[in-house]
């Protein structure tokens, strides 16, 4: 389903956590949980040709494939202004997979890595690209933490970048912003499973599982809430918070396709209607 506006009525599945509340509007659909959040789809963009991440500036979206970044202008089409097709070319080893980016002052973050599935990996870095042109800028290898990087996520606040696992999501890694020197782990007070997007909105993380098709909501002391969000889909990737909506990239399967034979891939935006815990 190719809904651009959830406005006209057209609006994918929802499948809600147990325990919660399904509300629909005729503007959208309404998933109340039973942690008191509340999120209604605003907007779910044209088909980005993206497996793995999303960001965004303000002014561009940024997506991430397993091997190509895209920086998309914000029309009807989400058109294509720039694209790296060899993000890969300056890294050391052979890697092979992107995952979740971020973007912050004029640089893209993003996770890169040579990944062998179901979860083994190697030669873990953080690659930093020049958001306008999309070259790469500097990279610092992360393998001596031992943990598979699957998105990361800045903290202005803090100067801190935050990595997360998917195959270890009983914690978040850090690391200094301007360096990229490790800072320690935030430990998790339960784990996530398949953690895949994370993103910081000013108060807390989000973070999407692919295990469950959810989002969770993490605190700044670890603690975990939710699923806040729980959607039907193939797998549940990249996450960005940004002007008040949280924005999620979810691979689909095409109609009359399996996840198997064939996805196309979208960012949902969401808005919450109601007051998230302070």
Known sequence: MRARQTRDG??????????ATLLAFSLGACVLLSSGENFILIFTSPETASRQGYT?????????????????????????????RTPFAGLSGRPNHLGDLDYHDDKLYVPAEEFLPPCGFKNQQIAVYDAGNLSLLASVDVSAQGMEISGVAVVPEQNLLHVASFCDGSKLWRYDLSSLNFEGTLNLSRRIPHLQGLTWDGRRFYASSSDNGSIYAIEPDGRVRGPVLVRDGCEAEGLKWHNGTLRWSVNQSRPGSSCQSGVENFVHFYRPLLTQPK
């Open 56 to 84: 965004t500036d303000g002014t561009y979206h940024y997506t991430s494939d397993n091997t190509v970044i895209y920086k998309r202008m914000d029309d009807e089409q989400w058109s294509i202004v720039a694209e790296n």
């Open 10 to 19: 057209r609006l994918p599945l929802f499948l809600v956590a147990p325990g």
